[in-house]
DNA sequence: CTGAAAGCGCTTACAG
DNA sequence: CTGAAAGCGCTTACAG
């Protein structure tokens, strides 16, 4: 009937479509009472037909609006960041405030649409505050910590240790530790892992993430893998190279996925509670806001547990 | 030094601190030349110590802003809607386009926030469009579609005939289909199977989602469960049984995990290419904003594929 | 029941 | 190099 328009309607395009005056669209489109039942429905109609949906700017500029947190998280097909997110989004819609998400890629657009942002990748990301001065911004677990940034720690020492006493004390001699640096080794959650093999006096061969099973020193006997996805896909290989785990191969993952709870056998791993994470970094994103400027960087640190299950 | 301020510092703040005009703000924030550098330093250690950053609704209403694109999923912490979210997410970022995103709980907010929704829950939710009268809306796989609305919709008939054909070959004869609804047999996905059960002569039984195999009919050699992990929880119980799958029992889960293949037995399992769903959602929001006013609301199909693997 | 005016916070020409 | 003016789309008092 019409052609489509070039621009969005605006509401000045209504008013003039149904011969009145902006208040009186307003008052129609917001049910508001003191119109006329016909002149309501003369505007609607024309809204209708117009396709006219309010701008947010315009909006936004004259009413009290929902913050909106940005969220950039790593790739949300791991579960690992699904239940991050979920997390997130739970607290956030108690709050009221929205929620903009981006994967690590799409960083640095959420600037333009945030009041701030937290950040949680697992890899380094484009920095989503260039050209955005003054935007509060909160790292989750940072591989390189941008510096007088607040941020959530994850503290892993002591389930490390956990770990690999559990692991030491079922008989594992040659243990292998997988991770995502070039050299292995450069991660903390592998450094962490490392300490607690040499505290112990046993040396860790370090391989990398992808390193198949079949690739590793002929001997090892326990793997930590880089997350819980990898230690799926490791105790796959294992399965079908007909190695027994526990007995001769005992796996640990990282991550805590309620997945790993379905799986044969039971993947034993490092978890962190992701509902506490949220809320940790939640609470910075408000204390940043109200602290005054120059005050130190807030930091919250969550601690790592280990959850021994079947496949160690 | 100085007190939280009661409202966020606007660009007139930061002119009357550094005694200069908004366009001189404007100018030192955006880095624009032809300003003197003492004078742009001045502006900058204002707004730093007012926290300023700019509105964007200020900037919204001036300059062409990002779309933004609101996404309603089911629980996150599945890995299935967040393999959806992924490639919306990167499809939208390819675009441009911002996502606000919320669970099912958090959609009425979203309109506030969003020029469009895409809504896939699995489940029914409360309506993104109250009070955002003509806000394009696109259901995918809706539980109960919106009369009027355009959609995604999931075709599983070829599917899900395939699935029973591969059970009945195999020889399972007392099948049960596992549903969400009361009594179970009302979802789409579950009357598919059940067809394509008495197609070929066989009546399945009927038990709802959450039934343990301890409580299915004695006999039962065969369970279509309601998805991949309700599938994954089932393989675990039976593993814990001492049943052997798929020798004794056959299992089925429905969306197409990518994990699915990693767990023993790998699942077998209905799928659907979650990107190319993305794909057409966002097409039709596209298509919904360009279609003009009382246009029939466009459709989408997108078929599963039945993918056997080691479970049945 | 309806409309003219003011103003939200910002940027973009245009003057000086 | 810096500032006064106009205007983006909307809502909220205030008049009539």
Redesign the pocket.
Known sequence: MSAPPA?AA???DVARAAG?????V??A??DM????PA?RERVLAAARELRYH??R???G???PAARTLGLVVGDLANPYYGELASAVLGLAAARGWHVVMAEAAGAPGLAAGADAVIAFTGTEFPDPAVGAPNLPVVEVDPPRPHPGRARVVFERTAASAQAVEHLLARGSRRPVVLDVTTPPGGSSRAAAFVAAFRTRGVEPHLAHRTSAFSHLPAGTDAVVAHNDLDGFRLLRELHEARRAVPREVRVVGVDGLAVGDFCTPRLSTLAIDLAEVARAALDLVLELTEAPAGAPPPVRVVEHVFRAREST
């Open positions: 621009r605006t509401i000045v009145v005056s902006r208040q009186t307003t008052r489109l917001h009472p003191g119109i006329n002149t309010p701008s700017f315009g909006r500029l004259v009413k």
